[in-house]
């Protein structure tokens, strides 16, 4: 069993950064994929960014070149900066873990970006 916590979320101007921390309850090392996804009202849940245990990310087209996806295997942390916010961003983001060909999910932080 894996608990996710999200921390970050808030509310900010368009043009402004803001950067989501998710922190596991165990050892992320080995854990094959770790993500961010974010759902807006009415929407259904979108992939934002994904790491591999290896490092290697991606991104939905919607975010490239804005966001950026990072893990620290030592804190047991994985991290999505995000720059140059628009109000189309607004969404509950959720971290999210495969681990074993198990799914595992957070709580949800809030992200308002103001026009």
């Known amino acids: 069993q894996v608990q996710l916590v999200e921390s970050g979320g808030g509310l900010v101007q368009a043009g402004g950064s803001l950067r989501l921390a998710c922190v596991a309850s165990r050892s992320i090392f080995n854990f094959n994929v770790m993500d961010w996804y974010r759902q807006a009202p009415g929407n259904q849940r979108e992939l934002v960014a994904a790491?591999?245990?290896?490092?290697?990310?991606s991104y939905a087209d919607s975010v490239k070149g804005r966001f950026t996806i990072s893990r620290d295997n030592a804190k047991n942390t994985v991290s999505l900066q995000m720059n140059s916010l628009k109000p189309e961003d607004t969404a509950v983001y959720y971290c999210s873990a495969a681990v074993s060909g198990a799914r595992y999910w957070g709580q949800g932080t809030q992200v308002t970006v103001s026009s």
């Open positions: 790491i591999s245990s290896r490092g290697s990310t």
